[in-house]
């Protein structure tokens, strides 16, 4: 009887060992990843966490491996707020290859049919019309959209095609930059859940040609700088410097971290006093003068305005906590 049980240990101690051997650091911020193509939205989370010696990490929207362009991955207390930023307005850059539809709506894909291009200016721009605007999309069988708890994408993999439901978007800007033989390059200005991808099918077949995505860029994410964006060769250029310098990378990385709160920025700030925020930070609602009357807020403190979470406006005007900022020890394990 003791034999099995030893057994037992020995398997379930490794496993142990491998959760408890990345512990990472306490450290709080947005940074905005230019990612680069071929790679996965994960892969390039697992570098940046791994560069930072994060304990926690968390990126705000997949983009696809062909794409590139605009990832704000949040470390430590942000992740609470990485929400925020999946239901921001996006803007992208995308080039369609017109004659050709895939079965992945770009040309990571296969081809699946072919067709001549018979499409002038004029065409083009009635087709662009009617993607402006609230429309209905449907999305594409390879997202990440979840059908039983597995994303679409597995399904379409082994060949299984899942009924979707179209599902309401707004298109607020779409600009022909670009038409050259069969190429077109576009700018869109969209809400959340947009599948450029699933758009650009949906164009090709109004044009009746077919049409996938060549290069997809995400240009802006809410309101966050285009300039402040930080390739993975920087940082890790950064990090390689630092320690051949003997200085403790956290230096040199941290400050390129925006504030956490940036992520709510677009939240009515409310500001209270010291004695106040310390009713919120165990929980309580609190009432605060010139508190907007519903809705979610930034809650602040002090002239200093220190950021301690985002709180929402109950039945009674009250300010209530809703998501608070927890700092933690750098030693400490999360």
Do not use: W
């Not at 996965?40 to 491996?65: C, E, M």
């Not at 996006?90 to 017109?98: D, F, G, M, N």
Request: hydrophobic letters at 35%; proline letters at 6%.
């Amino acid at each position: 009887k003791t034999k099995p049980h030893r057994m037992i240990l020995l398997r379930i101690k490794p496993e142990m060992s491998r959760r408890r051997r990345f512990k990472g650091r306490d450290v709080h911020g947005i940074l905005l990843l230019d990612k680069p193509t071929g790679l996965t939205s994960n892969d390039v989370l697992q570098k940046v966490k791994r560069i930072y010696n994060a304990a926690k990490a968390g990126h705000t929207g997949a983009l696809d491996p062909l794409a590139t362009g605009m990832l704000p991955i949040c470390l430590g207390e942000a992740t609470k707020f990485s929400q925020y930023l999946l239901e921001a307005d996006k803007r992208y850059e995308v080039t369609a290859k017109l004659g050709e539809r895939t079965n992945t709506s770009d040309s990571d894909g296969e081809v699946v049919s072919t067709r001549p291009v018979n499409v002038a200016v004029g065409t083009l721009i009635e087709a662009l019309d009617q993607f402006r605007g609230p429309i209905m999309q449907v999305p594409s069988m390879y997202s990440a959209l979840k059908h039983n708890g597995r994303p679409l994408y597995e399904y379409a993999r082994e060949g299984i095609e899942i009924e979707r439901e179209a599902r309401p978007i707004t298109v607020f800007e779409l600009k022909l930059l670009s038409f050259e033989g069969d190429e077109v390059r576009l700018e869109v200005h969209c809400s959340k859940g947009t599948y450029i991808r699933s758009l650009v099918d949906d164009l090709g077949e109004v044009l009746g040609c077919g049409a996938h995505v060549t290069q997809l860029r995400r240009t802006q994410v809410a309101s966050y700088p285009y300039d402040r964006m930080l390739t993975l060769e920087q940082l890790e250029c950064i990090f390689e410097q630092a320690k051949a310098e003997s200085i403790p990378p956290r230096e040199q990385l941290d400050p390129l971290l925006l504030p956490m709160d940036t992520a709510v920025a677009s939240l009515p700030e409310v500001n209270m006093l010291t004695a106040v925020a310390a009713y919120v930070n165990q929980g309580q609602a609190v009432q605060v003068a010139g508190a907007p009357q519903s809705g979610q807020v930034r809650m602040t403190v002090g002239p200093e305005r220190e950021f301690i979470g985002v709180g929402e406006i109950d039945d009674e005007g009250r300010v209530a906590p809703k998501r608070l900022v927890r700092y933690h020890d750098d030693r400490d394990d999360e």
